[in-house]
């Protein structure tokens, strides 16, 4: 597993990144068809802004992995058969435009459109680093679980990120009027992500339990020395949810005494998903004697 660090902190890294640039776009349609470019580009300045290093992290992340930047960029040349060349390639393609579609908004000349795109380039990064899992040899890695499990914390981390980023972006003032309304619906989307995983959850583990040793391998990790873990991650998810979900509910605005609830619901959902990343690494077992 300690080989494996570089890949847990870029995976999400990544995908916090990506689902926060995600939800902050939606948040900022919304708010735009309401109130205008400008105000809902000033709520979500501070959460788009915190994109980018987040994303840069993760990069730096990938490239201790590799060893070298160079060799990230030898792998484009495999983009035809690759899935880890185009992970590589799409990863870069959202740095660069993020930065233009922060660019125009910092010239309060917003162009959603471009905001759009680049939310689709992500979640095109995100369907090719689970593609890399899903086409290995490893039988807990291929299954629809890898996708639901990399799109799920994308969008529960997204959520709960961008809803504690307009928070805190709005911190001298509070949060009131479409702003919290748009912020509230929105944040509907973590606890959909959660249950749809939930959901599929006993399906993929009776499909691990018979097919073949490495799966049924994997089962008893997950059911013996990893178990705890296990269920930690998914009680803390719910929790990060239902806090989250509940801080934005239960009053007409968001008040200062809420806030550090939201943020500690963001450390709750951050620390739920290391936790499950951590067993996704730890439980797979390879189907090929000795890898």
Do not use: D
């Amino acid at each position: 597993m300690s080989g494996e660090w570089p890949l847990l902190i870029f995976t999400i890294l990544g995908q916090l990144a990506i689902g926060t640039f995600v939800i902050l776009t939606l948040i900022r349609t919304l708010l735009q068809m309401k109130i205008g470019i400008k105000p809902a580009v000033e709520v979500t300045k501070f959460g788009m802004l915190a994109v980018g290093p987040v994303i840069l992290l993760a990069l730096f992340a990938s490239f201790l992995h590799l060893g070298s930047p160079l060799l990230a960029y030898n792998a484009l040349g495999n983009l035809k058969t690759s899935w880890l060349s185009r992970e590589i390639l799409f990863t870069s393609l959202f740095l660069i435009l993020w930065f233009a579609t922060f660019y125009t908004s910092k010239k309060e000349a917003s162009n959603q459109a471009l905001s759009w795109v680049t939310s689709i380039v992500g979640l095109i990064t995100i369907f090719c680093m689970a593609g890399i899992y899903a086409h290995s040899n490893r039988p807990a890695w291929t299954s629809a679980n890898t996708y639901l499990s990399f799109f799920g914390a994308t969008l529960v981390m997204g959520t709960i990120s961008a809803g504690a980023a307009v928070v805190y972006g709005n911190r001298t003032q509070k949060l009131e009027g479409e702003a919290l309304k748009v912020v509230q619906k929105v944040s509907i989307i973590a606890l959909l992500a959660i249950a749809v995983q939930l959901i599929y959850l006993p399906i993929y583990i009776s499909g691990l339990a018979n097919n073949g040793v490495a799966a049924q391998a994997s089962t008893q990790l997950l059911s013996g020395a990893y178990a705890f873990p296990f269920i930690l991650k998914w009680i803390l998810s719910i929790l990060a949810g239902v806090m989250f979900f509940h801080v934005l509910y239960k009053q007409g605005e968001v008040h200062t005494s809420s806030l550090n609830l939201v943020y500690v619901a963001f450390g709750i959902a951050l620390l739920a998903e290391l936790i499950g990343r951590y067993v996704f690494y730890a439980t797979a077992v390879s189907a090929v004697f000795g890898l």
